[in-house]
């Protein structure tokens, strides 16, 4: 078996939540669950969205449909931020260039 595998019943009764909304998380491509041998597994890496999820879900009583537009608006920050670091890096050699033309 591989360690990084998380038996989905065991996670929910731990977490004491529903098996059920990890289903939906899944049916809302909002996660994986692999099945290994008839047995239903999650990865060790979705952890972290899935805790986040739950705590929405449960604590903040967002509904499967907000749950997704957040999803995506949080990819689309990080996607943003990504994108701003690579042009201040480009920025950062324009303006080296710049200067040394510059100096004289």
């Given at each position: 078996?591989?360690?990084?595998?998380i038996i989905?019943?065991?996670y929910c009764?731990?977490?004491?939540?529903?098996?059920?909304f990890i289903f939906r998380l899944e049916e809302g491509g909002l996660i994986e669950i692999r099945i290994v041998e008839g047995?239903?597994?999650l990865k060790a890496s979705q952890l972290h969205d899935i805790e986040r999820y739950t705590r929405m879900y449960y604590d903040l009583s967002i509904n499967f449909e907000g749950i997704d537009a957040i999803h995506h608006l949080l990819?689309?920050?990080k996607?943003?931020?990504?994108?701003?670091?690579r042009?201040?890096?480009k920025l950062k050699v324009y303006?080296?260039?710049?200067?040394?033309?510059?100096e004289l």
């Open positions: 078996m591989q360690a990084d595998l989905v019943n065991e009764r731990i977490c004491h939540i529903e098996p059920a047995e239903k597994f990819n689309r920050v996607s943003m931020q990504q994108e701003i670091g042009l201040q890096k303006e080296a260039d710049y200067f040394e033309e510059n």
